[in-house]
Structures are given as C-alpha cells and as structure tokens.
C-alpha cells in the first residue's frame, strides 16, 4: 500500500506503476506499505540538511524502516502490512534532470520511485558492485511499469 503526499493524480498513477513493477520483481504481494510525498526545493534542502547534513537540494531521500538488505528474507505470503519506509521527491529536481538526461517527467519520477523503493528495501550504491546491482534493479522494474528512456 503507498500512501502519498502532495502528488499530482499524473505522479500518483505513475509510481502505482513502479510500485507493482516493484512487488512483481520480488515476488511480493500488496504488504508493504510506504509514505511518498513530495517537497519544494526549499524543503528538500531543510530536510537534507536537517537529516544527512548537506545542505543543498536532492532529488529523492528514502528513509529505511529496516537496517540492511532484508528483502531477500522477507516472507512474501505476509498478508499484514508492513511499514518499510518513507521516501521524499523534489518535483521541481525531477523536472531540472528529465530536462538534463532528455527523458520525460514521467520517466523521472518512474525512476526516482524505483530508486528509493530499492533504498528502503537494503540496496545501496556506495561501492562499484552495488551501483551496478542498483542499476540493474532500477531497469528492470522502470521496464516492469513500461518506463523505458
């Protein structure tokens, strides 16, 4: 179950779409729930700053409910809902990158909803291995919701 903030009926059926791309490429039913909402920059940059302590604007912030990888243990014939995380889009950055890397807005969003999915889920890009796993994920489930570049 998503439950979302501040997203336009547009964001919303575009990350419904990412979010079962996501449950399908674990093998997952609808027991997860996560928050996303969205952020002006200003916000963005409080909530960086106050929470990472880097004070600039981000596009996406994802804020675990479990430490490390814990999808891969998960019982997915769970049938209680299951809090796993928050996760915080800067619409007016998603906007700025779909314009720089020449995709949509929707590809973006599509994108930044799978990329914190799969932080709130235990995967991280910090080494070399890691980033290309990410990536990997990122396609398949951008694939999975017919989000292509």
């Known amino acids: 179950m998503i439950e979302l903030f501040g997203a336009s009926l547009f964001e919303k059926r575009i990350i419904k779409k990412v979010y079962a791309a996501y449950l399908k490429r674990f093998g997952l039913n609808d027991c997860l729930t996560v928050e996303i909402g969205f952020y002006g ?56 990158q779909a314009a720089d890397y020449g995709h949509s807005y929707k590809r973006e969003i599509g994108f930044l909803t799978a990329h914190g999915l799969l932080h709130l889920s235990g995967y991280d890009h910090m080494t070399e291995d890691e980033e290309k796993e990410m990536i990997g994920l990122q396609k398949e489930i951008l694939s999975g919701a017919r989000l292509k570049r």
């Not at 200003?42 to 880097?54: C, F």
């Not at 004070?55 to 796993?84: C, M, Q």
């Open 41 to 96: 920059e200003d916000d963005m940059r409080e909530l960086n700053n106050r929470t990472r302590g880097i004070d600039k604007v981000t596009d996406v912030l994802s804020y675990p409910a479990f430490e490390g990888r814990w999808i891969g243990d998960f019982d997915k014939n769970k049938k209680e809902n299951i809090h796993i995380g928050s996760i915080v889009i800067c619409r007016q950055k998603a906007k700025q």
